[in-house]
């Protein structure tokens, strides 16, 4: 017999996480209080069945209503070996039409054969069809005093609201990874199978919050290492080797591959979880998982305790600390752009590789996030090196932490090199004001704000323009390229006045839009700071005449350029 019927649970003390319904349950059953519905929901593998099973012994147990059945005396025998006629269970999945329902609703008329009360258990209710569920309805609504029905569902959703109020729901959890892991280390040691703590979390993972799944996976892994004649325990590399590398795994590592700035490794990554056979929006998915857990951890590391294993946890709240907390929400926003975007092109790998490179190369990115992100960089470095500075120095009378006049002019950019944020011309004060000249630098600059402000006006465009470029900018017509002409013909052509009135607001001048479709042009490349160091103080590098970009001789003066391009001070 498999191990997850050898080891359904035979009593509430046996159903593990779910404490708020085994509370709930006993403190009726102890009143004598049981209603005439209950609806039982939540995911697969969480004890929805068994919890049934288990209440309809204590109702039909002779020392009923009980919350504890003996599990010994005739009837619970009978439940339990499932040859009561007075527990019905029903397959909704296979008994879902009106005639079955009508069949049913005849049956509830007759008093129970032998037991205390009728008890009937819908499995996947469900999957009753609509008319069904109105011929079962009335039923429901005034049973006979010995029926009680007990339905069980995945997608409690699904059923009509007539039916859904007629029940006392009880949700079924998850069931948390820590959980699962001491409850199979139980049963494995009581079958005699000697696995290994990682080779147990490796196994709670895969099942995702289900025990019946774990339970099948840890039956057929003790089979894949010898049963309970292997010699070493099962390690983690054995269940791989049974089952296959998860994409949670690939995910994991390709995380690592992203922080660490690695971007040859983060690319081979993805190749090999490809020719893995691994489902490239799963990958793009788990990666945003673990980078949403190393936000978690940032705020609250207890929180990560259901869901990860103790190890697991800690070492990601390790990873956090020394993470910034703008990358994360970058990676978020980008990866989640990947994944709207392979959903439009049909092509989620190239998505998915270009989110990567535009995490791993962030310097040269030119968005207004990446430009954030480089300033918290910063802000951390100066942060840390501050107290190394000071020494052995004896400590000097208590001053203000306003720097020198001396000091705030060596750093902060000069009037011609400084870029004030792009605003609409009617709100800059003085009769003489003009809107700024277009350039190709300052539209690629502020393209993110553009894409969000069309975004806002018309979500489906968000996948189409997150592949976007601005190739060229004539006077006040912008060219934007599209490398996939389905999604330019259909999604963005219909929709350039959107992109037009947003450009329009966010570069305060008329721009007109042209599609560029069938080749991506250079994309929003920035000027590195090696060329600026290149041109003569008071000159611009060639390529960027006009385009109001400061001469970056040093950190303080990138970081005082992009507090003044993100609305803030220029002084700490």
């Keep these: 017999m498999s191990l997850y019927r050898t080891w359904r649970p035979r009593s509430f003390d046996d159903l593990v996480g779910q404490d708020a319904v085994v509370r709930t349950l006993r403190t009726a059953l102890a009143s004598g209080k049981v209603a005439h519905a209950y609806l039982f929901s939540g995911p697969r593998g969480s004890g929805k069945t068994s919890a049934a099973k288990i209440l309809a012994r204590c109702i039909d147990c002779v020392l009923g209503p009980t919350p504890e059945p003996d599990n010994t005396c005739e009837n619970c025998q009978a439940i ?93 959890r998850r069931i948390p990874v820590p959980t699962m892991i001491e409850r199979m280390r139980a049963i494995a040691a009581a079958e005699g199978i000697a696995i290994a703590d990682d080779a147990l979390g490796a196994i709670a993972y895969r099942a995702d919050g289900g025990l019946r799944d774990a339970l099948t996976m840890l039956e057929q892994v003790a089979a894949f290492a010898g049963g309970g004649e292997q010699i070493e325990p099962i390690s983690a590399a054995t269940v791989d080797a049974a089952f296959g590398v998860t994409g949670r795994a690939y995910a994991r590592r390709l995380v690592e591959a992203i922080l660490a700035g690695a971007a040859r490794e983060s690319l081979a990554i993805v190749d090999e979880a490809s020719d893995a056979g691994g489902d490239m929006f799963g990958l793009a998915r788990g990666a945003i998982a673990e980078f949403r857990n190393l936000l978690v951890a940032r705020i609250d ?149 553009i894409r969000r402000r069309a975004e806002e006006e018309y979500k489906p465009i968000r996948g189409a323009l997150s592949r976007a470029t601005v190739d060229a900018v004539e006077g006040n017509v912008l060219t934007i390229g599209f490398p996939d002409r389905t999604a330019a013909d259909n999604i963005v052509r219909p929709k350039i006045a959107v992109i037009e009135r947003a450009a329009s607001e966010v570069l305060g001048t008329a721009a007109r839009v042209i599609l560029n479709v069938g080749a991506q042009g250079s994309g929003p490349a920035v000027l590195s700071r090696s060329a600026h160091r290149s041109a003569p103080r008071g000159e611009e590098p060639d390529g960027v005449e006009g385009s109001g970009t400061p001469a970056a001789e040093s950190d303080e003066d990138l970081l005082a350029y992009a507090r003044q391009r993100l609305g803030g001070s220029q002084t700490r």
């Design 301 to 449: 590391p207890d929180l990560l305790l259901r869901d990860l294993s103790a190890d697991d946890a800690a070492a990601t709240a390790r990873l956090a600390a020394a993470t910034p907390q703008p990358k994360v929400v970058r990676a978020l926003r980008l990866l989640g752009d990947a994944l709207a975007a392979g959903r439009t092109s049909g092509n989620p790998r190239l998505e998915l590789e270009t989110a990567v490179l535009r995490l791993v190369v962030q310097q040269e990115d030119a968005s207004l996030d990446a430009l954030a992100t480089r300033v918290a960089l910063l802000e951390t470095a100066a942060t840390a090196v501050a107290p190394s500075q000071v020494g052995t120095v004896p400590p000097a009378p208590r001053q203000s932490s306003a720097p020198p006049p001396a000091a705030v002019s060596a750093t902060a950019p000069s009037p011609k090199a400084s870029l004030e944020p792009a605003q609409p011309a009617a709100s800059r004060a003085g009769p003489e004001s003009e809107p700024k000249r277009l350039t190709l630098q300052r539209v690629r600059s502020l393209w993110d704000q």
């Design 80 to 172: 339990l070996a499932g040859t009561a006629l007075d527990v019905i269970e029903i397959d909704a999945a296979s008994n879902r039409g009106i005639d079955e329902i009508r069949a049913l609703r005849d049956a509830v008329k007759f008093a129970p054969a032998a037991m205390r009360a009728k008890v009937f258990i819908i499995d996947e209710a469900h999957m009753l069809t609509r008319e069904g569920a109105n011929a079962f309805l009335k039923t429901l609504e005034e049973p006979p005093a010995h029926a009680v029905f007990i339905l069980a569902t995945t997608a409690p959703e699904a059923l009509p609201p007539t039916v859904l109020s007629r029940c006392q729901r009880y949700a079924f």
